[in-house]
């Protein structure tokens, strides 16, 4: 059994400017040291934390059942008042292990079906064409704000059964809760927003009890009040989970996809010309310049190696999405787009049992803000120089501030 690099990463370095800018240059010197790499996760503290950085191995981990995701499996430094895990976040299927996580993925899990997915194309291209129908005469727009995130969410917010109108306080309560909370003034911000969502949803909720409707929250409300599927935190914490990963994974495969190839005028003119391979695009976006950059934490349960690391029992491990998909191992030249790959491999929906239930719904609104945007905007490209734009900082998402676009 081998042992990591001995210098750690400091946690910084994960949410540095510098490399969210440009994250792929840093994983690819990282991976000439190894495909795991020991971090100073918790600054301050001799917890062990491991990044994993390769396909072969990160796949591996996200389906193994000794890296567990519940809570009571985490270091007690993360059960601490002042750094706890959201609230709002903390018991939902993305944070349990079987049988919770059973359960709790079987009561969502007819939302998301194929069939029901496809039932929402007509609807889905109505919206698109709105947003389109907006932007067209102003010959510019942010696709962030004026596309990437309006078609996701409201899609997300009539299959929950939640008011659209809301939404820029999801986007709001979204952002504040995917970024972490290291500073005092963070963790009260993140504990005003948790306490915002359980108002908010507990008023939903309540609302669905007295006037039951054909949507998912009176589905959940269902399962919590007459079947005693869901306790009152899990059932708050899945509408939650509901909304943000409705919505956050879709903006960013339209932002980070469109800037791709923006990038890559030949990329962009091919694709223009032979809309067939749009799904074939769609899956190469997502291994290149995924939404998700970094999966969320794992825990140890027991001692364990990882590519003959040594991961000790009640260590933290986090495997990159983004660094496995451009893994030379992967695919020939990792770092090239190429939308005309036959057969994309990546785990930017992640692997095992908690693959993103959503995965197809982020499919299909990608085939149609691609193809839409593409077919009606010919002469779409990049409102300003790619070195200006910015990322978000976040332990998990890999997503621009804003994409000006003319056209």
């Not at 081998?2 to 792929?24: A, G, W």
Request: charged letters at 25%.
């Amino acid at each position: 059994m081998s042992k990591p690099t001995t210098e750690k990463l400091p946690v910084e370095f994960l949410f540095s400017p510098e490399f969210s800018r440009d994250p792929y240059t840093q994983y690819g010197a990282l991976r000439e040291r190894g495909p795991v790499h020991a971090v100073e996760f918790i600054p301050g503290t001799d917890i062990p934390a491991f990044l994993v950085i390769d396909y072969e191995h990160g796949r591996a981990a996200l389906n193994d059942p000794r890296l567990a995701k519940g809570s009571r499996h985490a270091p007690a430094f993360f059960h601490r008042e002042e750094v706890r895990t959201n609230p709002a976040l903390a018991e939902n299927m993305l944070n349990a292990d079987p049988p919770d996580h059973t359960r709790l993925r079987k009561l969502v899990t007819k939302a998301f079906t194929p069939r029901r997915t496809e039932s929402l194309r007509p609807r889905i291209q109505e919206i698109t064409d709105g947003l389109v129908d907006a932007m067209e005469p102003r010959g510019r727009a942010e696709l962030i704000d004026d596309f990437a995130f309006p078609l996701p969410v409201t899609v997300i917010c009539e299959l929950l059964g939640v008011p659209t109108e809301d939404r820029d306080d999801f986007r709001r309560w979204s952002s504040i809760l995917l970024t972490p909370a290291f500073t005092a003034e963070e963790i009260r911000l993140r504990d005003e927003v948790n306490a915002a969502i359980h108002a908010y949803f507990g008023a939903i909720t309540a609302a669905r009890r007295a006037d039951p409707r054909d949507d998912l929250v009176s589905a959940l409300v269902t399962a919590h009040d007459e079947e005693d599927l869901l306790s009152d935190q899990e059932l708050i914490a899945a509408l939650t989970l509901l909304l943000i990963a409705g919505h956050e994974t879709t903006v960013n495969l339209i932002g980070n996809g469109m800037l791709a190839l923006l990038t890559h005028p030949g990329q962009l003119r091919l694709l223009q010309d032979r809309p067939e391979l749009i799904p074939a695009a769609i899956e190469e976006f997502l291994r290149y310049d995924g939404p998700v950059e970094r999966a969320t934490l794992r825990f140890a349960t027991e001692d364990m190696e990882i590519a003959g690391v040594a991961v000790p029992k009640g260590s933290i491990v986090q495997i990159s999405l983004g660094a496995a998909g451009r893994d030379p191992a992967l695919v020939d030249a990792p770092d090239t787009l190429d939308i005309t790959r036959a057969d994309v491999r990546h785990v930017a929906f992640g692997h095992g049992i908690h693959f993103c239930l959503g995965a197809p719904l982020a499919r299909l609104e990608g085939l149609i803000a691609f193809g839409t945007l593409l077919r009606r905007l010919p002469g779409i490209a990049l409102d300003r120089p790619v070195e200006e734009l910015g990322w978000r900082s976040s332990s998990i998402i890999r997503g621009l501030q804003a994409l000006p676009v003319r056209f």
